[in-house]
Nanobody, 123 residues
Framework: QMQLAESGGGSVQTGGSLRLSCKVSSYGSSTFFIAWFRQSPGKEREGIAA????????FYGHSTRGRFTVAYDSTKKTLYLQMRNLQPDDTGMYYC????????????????WGQGTQVTVSS
């Protein structure tokens, strides 16, 4: 059973930065995709970024490409999301998810999910 715990959310102004973290407490599989998703009010859950825990080959969604950077530290078992130039549309609950169930790694089909961390961007 894999457990995920997000942290690092908060309130920032437009143009600000935040770094989210997702601590993995135990592994289900030895190799897996791990990803960030965002749930904004009135919108479907959106895939932000995904990365394989063993291979440094990130995937990004269209809305955040170029502003967000995903990384996985295997020694710390922690997933990061560095967010820059934040905009009000980036407001939402950010979830960490692991062990993708689909080849489409930015689709919200993952076996394990964290509880989320809130990000609020004000204009």
């Amino acid at each position: 059973q894999m457990q995920l715990a997000e942290s690092g959310g908060g309130s920032v102004q437009t143009g600000g930065s935040l770094r989210l973290s997702c601590k993995v407490s135990s592994y289900g599989s030895s190799t897996f995709f791990i990803a960030w998703f965002r749930q904004s009010p009135g919108k479907e859950r959106e895939g932000i970024a995904a990365i394989h825990n063993a291979y440094n080959s990130p995937f990004y969604g269209h809305s955040t490409r170029g502003r967000f950077t995903v990384a996985y530290d295997s020694t710390k078992k922690t997933l990061y999301l560095q967010m820059r130039n934040l905009q009000p549309d980036d407001t939402g609950m950010y979830y960490c998810a692991a062990e993708g169930l689909s080849d489409r790694v930015l689709d919200p089909q993952y076996r394990y999910w964290g509880q989320g961390t809130q990000v609020t961007v004000s204009s």
